[in-house]
């Protein structure tokens, strides 16, 4: 996880509590190291968060949608062909579609737009995620997006539309 506001160290302890190991970077000390003491792998730099990590990587961003593309443009050239970068934000939807080509094309980098919303009550009540990207990628993150996602006993069922 890269960006560790509120939502991003939340859905870190939430995938922690799921049984997931979570490698962790900020561009400020304090959240890394309170991760760290419950558990998650600290990165100070991009390298050393790519290093940490075994391949195929997924690694999701968390950080305010501004700065997505200077993220990437350092990720990218760490990581290898097969590994998926996550865009958990804010991004607008164009300039993930925009990314996901030369990525794909250039790198052999997947790329996941997964809006995510959730806010300070996600880590308890889970939080709602919009996945888009290739099956494949899709397919291998199903375990880290069930751990986030809600379930089915979180909420009341809506009652059918009665016909007639």
């Not at 075994?54 to 968390?62: G, S």
Request: with cysteine.
């Amino acid at each position: 996880m890269i960006g560790l506001g509120r939502m991003g160290a939340n859905m870190v302890k939430r995938l922690m509590a799921g049984g997931h190991e979570c490698v962790v970077n900020d561009v400020n000390e304090e959240p890394i190291a309170t991760l760290e003491a419950l558990g998650a792998t600290g990165a100070r730099t991009l390298e050393e968060l790519v290093a940490a990590m075994p391949a195929p990587r997924h690694v999701w961003i968390m950080v305010p949608a501004a700065f997505v593309g200077a993220t990437i443009d350092r990720l990218a050239p760490l990581l290898a062909a097969g590994d998926t970068i996550i865009d958990g934000g804010n991004s607008w939807y164009r300039d993930d579609i925009d990314r996901s080509g030369p990525l794909r094309d250039d790198h052999g980098i997947h790329y996941l737009d997964v809006g995510t919303s959730g806010g300070v009550h996600g880590l308890e009540r889970g939080y709602c995620l919009m996945v888009g990207g290739a099956a494949a990628p899709v397919r291998r993150l199903d375990p880290v997006v069930s751990s986030l996602a809600p379930g089915v006993a979180a909420a009341a069922r809506t009652p059918a539309p009665r016909r007639g």
